[in-house]
């Protein structure tokens, strides 16, 4: 079965990378395929990683979900993993200056970002303007962040200004804090909300197209189980993983 932890997986896993000197494996070693991909993936990865497994009885696939600028980061330390996936190109860019990657990125997956309320919308919000009210406690995702550039983005377009009263590395503590009752409002992927259907409730807004993220997926070059990396690629972009995307909300590339 798919394992899969948060964002801490992954010190774990730049420590095990430090004391071994060498990155995980996968089909023809003994370790399992390391797959590390931004939070907003977690549910369509998750499911598509046991679809994998189920086709390639030998592989095990071991799933790490943080915030992409946090997985940039890791893996630029040495953190060890067969396949990355971000949530948009400049980051998956980063990777590719340092020379990280085994083969150019492939494209398989598009999010826009939406307004999450507590559900029956108590206090009104129809637009990104009503996010600047004083009286709200809003969350948003960190500049640094796919999520925080897509929402810096989609403000300015609108000419909303915000305060919020925290700046979130993932895009699911920004969820988190919206379900939760932390926050009274947020702006997270439509993905999120989707999959927070009940527990949040989502208010559109047109300057979402302003900022259409992009999702990149490739092989690391340090992958010792590059065979069966590459073809969990395949998987992610087959017709097959682009039904799970689309489930979960995802547009196609």
Known sequence: MARHAAGALLALLLLAG?????????????????????????????RIAEDF???????????????????????????????VATADEPTMDQLVAEELLAADPEIFARNTLTIVTAPGNPHGISGLSDLAREELALVVCAPQVPCGAATRTVLDAAGASVSPVSEETAVTGVLTAVRTGQADAGLVYVTDALSAAGEVEAVAFPEST?????????????????????????????????????????GAP
């Open 18 to 46: 430090c004391a071994t000197g060498a990155p995980s494996g996968s089909a023809g070693s003994a370790g399992p395929l390391t797959v590390v991909a931004a939070a907003s993936l977690t549910e369509p990865f998750t």
């Open 53 to 83: 497994e189920a086709d390639r009885p030998r592989s095990a696939v071991e799933l790490s979900f943080a915030g992409s600028a946090d997985i940039v980061a890791q893996l630029g330390q040495g953190a060890p993993a067969d396949v």
């Open 210 to 250: 302003e900022a259409v993220n992009r999702y990149p997926i490739a092989v690391t070059a340090g992958s010792a189980g590059s065979e069966a990396a590459r073809a969990f690629v395949e998987h992610v972009t087959s017709p097959a993983g682009s039904a799970v995307l689309t489930a979960a909300g995802f």
